[in-house]
């Protein structure tokens, strides 16, 4: 079956540190990738996609993502997190071809320290 | 420009009632979808409308529910005979609709519905 896993449902960082938060997934092939971040109030906001290509990809606000196909993994990273970060990540896959619906982990909550 | 809409932000029934959901979104979008996302839980696909059609309904929970989207803009997801299970959060999305499955989602705010 599809899934997403998102192996950490709460993170707690300081401001400045660095930040992963993991995501692996189950799909018959390699599927698109995304990220996406939900503030309180807002609406999803895309970070950042992969297709193909390059396996790093940069988003916005500083992101960027690793695509590992030997480990079906798209682990989001950000070398120095900012209090501003603090949301909701949900990782997210789409299949390549028929169906454009989206199959969304279940999210990591991240806590920033000043 | 203008993102993704819905209305009512919140809504608030009682078991057994009927609701309607709006949701507006950008300009020009062909792509319309609706996602339910619960408590705790990343959004979970329920319909995918291109144009007026629904092209993917796979996801609707049961005949409960039904989506529409008249003109191809302005869609309506309906939940006939309300259940405490069916409070959530409700978004809606829209796209391009011109790359097909690399087009981008844009999400709006969502809809939290509370059923008592």
């Known amino acids: 079956a599809q899934s997403v896993t998102q192996p950490d449902i709460h993170i707690t960082v300081s401001e400045g540190a660095s930040l992963e938060l993991r995501c692996n997934y189950s799909?018959?092939?390699?599927?698109?990738l995304f990220w996406y971040v939900q503030s309180p109030g807002q609406g999803l906001q895309l970070l950042l996609k992969y297709f193909s290509g390059d396996t790093l990809v940069q988003g916005i606000k500083g992101f960027e993502a690793e695509f590992k196909r030997s480990q079906s993994s798209f682990n989001l990273r950000k070398p120095s997190v900012h209090w501003s970060d603090a949301a909701e990540y949900f990782c997210?896959?789409?299949?390549?071809?028929?169906?454009?619906?989206?199959?969304f982990g279940t999210g990591t909550r991240l806590k920033v320290l000043a | 420009g203008a993102g993704v809409s819905q209305t009512p932000s919140n809504k608030v029934t009682e078991k057994g009632k009927y609701v309607e959901l709006r949701c507006d979104p950008i300009?020009?979008?062909?792509?319309l979808y609706w996602y339910r996302q619960s408590l705790g839980q990343g959004p979970e696909f329920l319909i995918y409308?291109?144009?007026?059609?629904?092209?993917?309904d796979s996801g609707l929970p049961n005949d409960r529910f039904f989506a529409v989207r008249p003109e191809g803009s302005v869609s309506t997801l309906k939940i006939q005979r309300t259940e405490r299970g069916d409070s959530a959060v409700y978004l809606c999305?829209?796209?391009?609709?011109?790359?097909?499955?690399?087009?981008?989602?844009?999400f709006g705010p969502g809809t939290r519905l509370t059923v008592l």
């Open positions: 300009s020009g979008h062909t792509a």
């Open positions: 997210a896959v789409g299949a390549p071809w028929g169906t454009y619906k989206y199959i």
């Open positions: 409308f291109q144009g007026t059609g629904a092209a993917d």
């Open positions: 799909y018959g092939a390699t599927p698109y």
């Open positions: 999305a829209s796209s391009p609709g011109t790359s097909g499955t690399t087009d981008t989602q844009y």
